[in-house]
Structures are given as structure tokens and as C-alpha cells.
């Protein structure tokens, strides 16, 4: 009874409009009724120990290094560099969209601002080159779901500190899935990229002076990995670390940031940080509450046939999570599933660092499926495409990577197997 009565307020209150934070906060007073627990004090110290965690500090530093770089000039060096490598060829300034979405998100993990950015340089660009603007916005949205996968990834921070998992392992363990993310993306898009002219290719002298311009911004993801490898710092310190960065090449060595766009891009931050730490914060209500209704166990109970068959469970999972993608944003679904979900994902002996980096994939995905797909309706916006026509643009590039997540359910090595070699196992 307390599945159904968390699943209706919840659903209700979103068919209604009333943001996500408040509706986990009304799941949350509709089972203290229920359970004739209501007390306002329980919420309020719910609210409280639901923010009250030094790793979440981790977000708003991210998220203002990553708002710095694209008003610093960071940004649109890392998709000069692409430029100048691949624009020559046929389709390359699809290329281009691949291979920057890939660098933007070791730089910041927020794939909205990743995206507006990309989008904001390369649709003028593709547009001119008379490539077809469907295809572009599917393209640029399907590069920008990369950034929750890529470290450092703010999703990542979320679903680590909700499942107790080790944020430096998922960081690790999200290098490879969001490289092959990349190929996958380059594969669909060379089926198609004969049809297009190529730029006029950049001399060698060129690609050095992009490179030498670029460089700076590209030993971020150097520092941010190499520190976790190595234990110099945690993934708070990281965003610390990135933040201080992100401002100093901005403003001793590009020399483009001005004391406006540093007030824009605190402005950004405390709205995006705003908004997930209040999600977080109400979610904790609703947390507590499933424990103590035992939630987690009822689902055991249901789903304990498949415990037996590790992948036959985690594939009805997966399927949850993309028909919830399609409604939900990646952070929610994230909030009200993982508390539910992890006891019986250490009930049936998966992986949880794998677990976590599946979740992540596929939730990822529904930010570029209709009818909601946040970060399609970023790039729509910013390119003035319709929404309905950038749908018909994703549909190769969704298609394969719901392949792509299906070759990990099937081969878990491939996600397992580099993790265990970078943390020396």
C-alpha cells in the first residue's frame, strides 16, 4: 500500500506541474499521514541531514567551473582544436560536435551547459554548411548526454553519496562506457557524412597555434583524473581544484573574463546548485520514510524470483529507468529509485560501482527522448529548431546507444574491467 501511495501523490503532483522537490516533499507528508506519523519536525530534520553533506559541495563547484569555461574562452578553444584536426573531412564538423562534447564533459559534467555551449558554436556553423538541421540538434543533443558519464559528473556525485558507493571509483569507472559513447556516436554519424562537404583543411602551422591556445584548458581533465588516480584529492577538492582553475586560466591567460560574466556565471550557479540540493534535500524525506515503511524490502519481495538471474533483473530495470526517462530528469529519478533499488541490487550480487554507471546510461539517454528530454530541449531552444522536428534528429542516435547499453548489460567486463585495472585490482 505504501508503493501505491508514494507512486499516486507523486505522479499526480507531476501530471499537475509542481516541481520535482515539492512533490518528493508531499510523497513525503502523504506517508507520515498514512503511517499516522505526520510531525513537521521530522520533515524539517529530514530537509536539514539531506544537505547536510560535505561531498554534495562537489556540485556547485563543478557547475561554476563549468559556467566559467564557457564564458571564459575555455569552451571555444576545446572546439577550435577539433576543428582544426577533423573539420577537412567529409561531415567533419560532425566530427567536431563529437569530439568537443567528449573534452567539454571532462571539463564540467553538467551536460545542459555543456550542450548550449556546443550548440551556441557549431549549429551557426553546420547550419551555413548546409547541413540538415534536424540531424545537427539530434547530433549536438545526442554529444551532450556524454557529460553525466565523463568524469567529473555531477549525476555521478548524486547517485555515489544516495547509494554509499565510492565517488572517485565512479568517476574511474565512467572513462571508458563515455568514450565508447563517442565512438558510437562517430559510427552512426559516418554512415551519413559522405553526403556532406568538407572545411578546407588547417595547415600543420594552424593546428599548433590552436593546440598551444587549447592546452590550458586541456590539462583540466588531466589534473582532475590524475588526482583522483593518485589520491592527491577528493572529489569535493577536485571541483575546488577545477573552480580555481577554470578562473585563473580565464582571466591571467585568456585574459576574456570580466567581472559581469564572473557575476553571470555565480548567478547560473546558485540557480542549478538551487535546484538539485533542494531535489536532494526533499528526496532525504521521502528516504526516510521507505525505511522505515520498509519499502526496500516489499521490493525485494516482489522482484525476488530474479534474484537468481542477476542480468534478467537488472535488464527489467533498465527498462523501468528508460520508460522513467521519458517523463523524469535524470537527478529525480536518481533520488527516488536508488534508496529503493540498492538493497536488492546487493541482494542479487551486482556490482554496485556497475550498477551505478548503468543507472547513469540509461537515465542518461531519456534527457534526448520525447516527450520531456531536457537536454533536447536546450539545444532546441538555443538552435530555434522545433521541438517535434529535433525529435525526428535523435532517433539513429538514442537507437544506438540504447545498442550501446545493451552491449554493457551483456558484457559487464567491459565497464568492470578497466575500473578493477585503474584502481589496481
Not at 582544426?84 to 562534447?101: C, T
Not at 551532450?144 to 569507472?173: D, E, K, M, R, Y
Not at 527516488?336 to 554496485?352: D, K, Q, S
Amino acid at each position: 500500500m505504501t508503493v501505491a501511495i508514494f507512486l499516486a501523490i507523486l505522479l499526480t503532483s507531476v501530471c499537475i506541474g509542481i516541481p520535482i522537490a515539492f512533490s518528493l516533499l508531499m510523497c513525503g507528508f502523504g506517508l507520515m499521514w498514512y503511517m499516522d506519523m505526520l510531525d513537521p519536525q521530522i520533515v524539517a530534520q529530514s530537509l536539514i541531514n539531506g544537505a547536510d553533506n560535505f561531498t554534495l559541495l562537489a556540485i556547485p563547484f563543478f557547475v561554476f567551473a563549468g559556467d566559467i569555461m564557457n564564458v571564459g574562452g575555455l569552451a571555444k578553444r576545446l572546439v577550435d582544436l577539433p576543428m582544426k584536426l577533423v573539420g577537412h573531412k567529409s561531415g567533419g564538423l560532425g566530427y567536431v560536435v563529437i569530439i568537443a562534447a567528449v573534452i567539454m564533459a571532462s571539463l564540467s559534467g553538467s551536460p545542459a551547459a555543456d550542450t548550449a555551449a556546443i550548440a551556441a558554436i557549431m549549429f551557426p556553423m553546420m547550419s551555413k554548411a548546409n547541413y540538415p538541421k534536424e540531424g545537427s540538434v539530434g547530433l549536438i543533443a545526442s554529444g551532450g548526454i556524454i557529460a553525466p558519464i565523463i568524469p567529473p559528473s555531477i549525476p555521478f556525485i548524486v547517485i555515489g553519496v544516495t547509494a554509499s558507493v565510492s565517488i572517485s571509483q565512479l568517476f574511474l569507472a565512467g572513462i571508458v562506457p563515455g568514450l565508447l559513447m563517442g565512438v558510437t556516436l562517430c559510427f552512426v554519424w559516418s554512415l551519413r557524412a559522405r553526403r556532406y562537404e568538407a572545411a578546407p583543411k588547417a595547415s600543420a602551422k594552424e593546428i599548433m597555434k590552436s593546440f598551444r591556445s587549447s592546452i590550458w584548458a586541456l590539462m583540466l581533465p588531466v589534473i582532475i583524473i590524475g588526482g583522483f588516480k593518485t589520491g592527491v584529492f577528493t572529489p569535493t577538492e577536485a571541483g575546488a581544484v577545477a573552480s580555481v582553475y577554470a578562473l585563473f586560466i580565464s582571466i591571467c591567460v585568456y585574459r576574456e573574463l570580466s567581472l559581469h560574466a564572473i557575476y553571470g556565471a555565480l548567478l547560473s550557479t546558485v540557480k542549478t546548485t538551487g535546484v538539485i540540493m533542494m531535489m536532494v534535500a526533499a528526496a532525504q524525506v521521502s528516504a526516510w520514510l521507505m525505511t522505515v515503511a520498509d519499502l526496500p524490502g516489499t521490493v525485494i519481495e516482489l522482484l525476488k524470483p530474479m534474484i537468481d538471474s542477476p542480468k534478467l533483473l537488472l535488464a527489467l530495470i533498465l527498462v523501468l529507468l528508460t520508460v522513467m526517462g521519458m517523463v523524469l530528469d535524470l537527478i529525480p529519478i536518481v533520488l527516488i529509485l536508488v534508496p529503493v533499488l540498492m538493497p536488492l541490487i546487493h541482494e542479487a550480487g551486482i556490482n554496485e560501482i556497475y550498477f551505478c554507471v548503468m543507472f547513469i546510461i540509461c537515465c542518461s539517454i531519456g534527457l534526448i527522448t520525447p516527450p520531456v528530454g531536457n537536454v533536447l530541449n536546450v539545444v532546441s531552444s538555443v538552435t530555434k529548431v522545433p521541438f517535434e522536428r529535433s525529435v525526428i534528429g535523435i532517433l539513429p542516435y538514442a537507437g544506438s546507444l540504447l545498442l550501446l547499453l545493451i552491449l554493457f548489460l551483456i558484457f559487464p567486463e567491459i565497464i568492470i574491467g578497466p575500473l578493477n585495472f585503474m584502481i589496481g585490482k
